[in-house]
C-alpha cells in the first residue's frame, strides 16, 4: 500500500506542473514529458502488481 501511496503522490506533483505550465501557456519541458511516461509505465506495473522498472525484487506486496 505505501508503494502504491507514493506513486500516487508523485503522480499528483507531476500534474500539477504539467497543469500549471499549461494555464501559464508554457510549453512542457521536455525532462517532464520523460518522467510522466516513467511514472505511466510505474503505475501500470503497480496495477499488475509486479515490479516497476526500478523495482528488480518483483514489488510483490500483501495486501
Known amino acids: 500500500m505505501q508503494r502504491q ?3 500516487v503522490e508523485l503522480l499528483l ?3 500539477k506542473i504539467i497543469v500549471g505550465d499549461a494555464q ?3 510549453p512542457m519541458a ?3 514529458l520523460g518522467k510522466a511516461e516513467s511514472a505511466i ?3 501500470g506495473a ?3 502488481d509486479a515490479g516497476g522498472p526500478d523495482d528488480p525484487s518483483g514489488g ?3 495486501r
Do not use: F, M, T
Open 13 to 15: 506533483g507531476l500534474l
Open 30 to 32: 521536455p525532462e517532464w
Open 60 to 62: 510483490r506486496c500483501s
Open 24 to 26: 501559464a501557456r508554457r
Open 46 to 48: 503497480i496495477l499488475e
Open 41 to 43: 509505465g510505474r503505475g
Open 5 to 7: 501511496a507514493a506513486h
